[in-house]
């Protein structure tokens, strides 16, 4: 399931990065890897902030949705 479905709160395990190479490499260096626990902090107004390796990172619902737990 994408991101974008994750309750605010939950956390998930990352399973897959999708979208085209370019797009893949810049959320892999946010953070956004295989393996990597993200949860949801906030989702509003078709973006999300969420917690990755101890950081808070601001994506919209369309990058979200290229990131699958």
Known sequence: ?????I???EPGTIKK???REDTRRFLENLGFVIGAI???ISDT?????VNIKDS???IGKEMANK???
């Open 1 to 5: 399931m994408p991101l974008s479905m």
């Open 7 to 9: 309750k605010t709160g």
């Open 17 to 19: 990065v999708g979208g």
């Open 38 to 40: 993200v949860t949801v």
């Open 45 to 49: 107004d078709g973006n999300m902030i």
């Open 56 to 58: 808070r990172v601001a």
């Open 67 to 69: 990131i699958f737990i």
